[in-house]
């Protein structure tokens, strides 16, 4: 498996970042979190002067073997089906792409189906989805591995286009089961305040989930590796994302963080490196149950909370704009000095 190089954020012009922010003709941090990702996206790109270049989402499909234990109130064929409706155009993700001018992937990653050739979806095939953790491992170790690798290979394709920004969205009937489990194990939480409705369960499906995946995780234990962890209870497309995410990290490009699925890719990422931290920004807080306490354990603080919980990507897509923001107040807005108007140090020191 690829070790990954995440350089720490340069220091050099963190000063002139927030004289730059701080002098513009408003009050101190009256733009709020607009100022913070001004901030974070000039010290990720090293200059006083960011750009967000040929914006990438990257969907990652994946099929779980956990959902034939009744995990899901769907049948595991929407996978491959929802992969079709992304290819034909017709998803959430699609349209909230296209609506802000931003370029979207679809991966398969390890979907039970065989795509005919031809179509408009990236094969990075593993596997025809994974094994049910209740029984055995989810995947071998070399197939999360492989997965990490793939998912690397994958960013560096799209980073060589000119992309310095990329978010990453999913697609797998079960993946809430991986993630909620990858969330226990590793913020130490327990499963019972981990799991949600998923794909719309009902009070007795939910704490049939919960029975489910208690039991997995007796019957599997806690693995003594971050790797180990991974292959035994994630999925190919949580652990391909896992990988494109650290690679994002390593070539210096801002990455945005979807919701409770790809959270979950990115704090198995963060156990990998944590310098990957410092390039990451959270797009929305997810209404499934378990995600606050997840950016909660990644101190993490969420730009919207829209009450989504689809997944595909599409809080990366409704954020994006946000950030285009901060980047156009930063570059475009005039400081107090360049406008003529008094800052409060002037007035102060005038009175």
């Known amino acids: 498996m690829k070790t990954f190089n995440i350089e720490p954020l340069s220091k050099n012009i963190e000063e002139g970042l927030k004289h730059k922010i701080g002098f513009k003709t408003k009050p101190l941090g009256a733009l709020g979190q607009l100022e913070k990702i001004a901030l974070q996206i000039g010290l990720v790109q090293n200059t006083l002067s960011p750009e967000l270049k040929n914006p990438h989402i990257v969907v990652f499909a994946g099929d ?3 959902t034939n234990e009744g995990v899901s109130a769907y049948p595991q064929e929407v996978t491959f089906q929802m992969v079709m ?11 909230f792409c296209k609506q802000n001018k931003i370029n979207l992937k679809v991966v398969d990653a390890g979907v039970n189906y065989i795509f005919p050739h031809g179509l408009n979806v990236v094969d990075s095939k593993i596997g025809m989805g994974t094994k049910s953790f209740l029984q055995e491992p989810a995947m071998t170790i070399k197939e999360a ?58 009070s007795e499906g939910i704490n049939k989930k ?60 963060s156990k990998i490196n944590s310098g990957i ?24 603080d969420p730009l919207m909370k829209l009450d989504m919980r689809l997944g595909e990507g599409t ?37």
Not at 222 to 234: E, F, M, S
Not at 284 to 297: C, D, R, T, V
Not at 317 to 342: D, K, T
Request: some cysteine; aromatic content about 6%; hydrophobic content about 45%.
């Open 64 to 66: 779980h073997g956990i």
């Open 145 to 202: 591995q492989k997965c990490i690798d793939r998912g690397s290979v994958i960013v560096n394709e799209i980073y060589k286009s000119g992309c310095n920004v990329i978010g990453f969205g999913e697609m797998g009937i079960g993946n809430t089961s991986s993630a909620s489990v990858l969330m226990s194990l590793l913020c130490n939480i327990p499963i019972d305040n981990c799991v949600g409705k998923g794909t719309g369960l009902d």
């Open 277 to 300: 931290l410092d390039y990451a920004i959270f797009c929305h807080q997810s209404n499934e149950k378990g995600h606050a306490l997840m950016l909660g354990h990644l101190g993490a």
């Open 85 to 95: 409706n992304f290819i034909n155009g017709g998803a959430a993700i699609n349209v």
């Open 210 to 269: 919960i029975e489910i995946l208690s039991l997995a995780i007796k019957k599997q234990g806690n693995p003594d590796t971050i790797l180990k962890t991974l292959a035994t209870y994630g999925g190919f497309e949580i652990a391909q994302i896992c990988g494109a995410m650290l690679q994002a990290a390593e070539n210096k490009m801002t990455i945005l963080v979807d919701g409770f699925i790809a959270t979950s890719a990115f704090l198995v990422a």
């Open 315 to 351: 809080g990366c897509a409704i954020a994006y704009p946000v950030i285009q923001s901060a980047v156009a107040f930063l570059n475009e807005m005039a400081s107090f000095e360049r406008a003529g108007v008094s800052n409060k140090e002037e007035v102060s020191v005038n009175a």
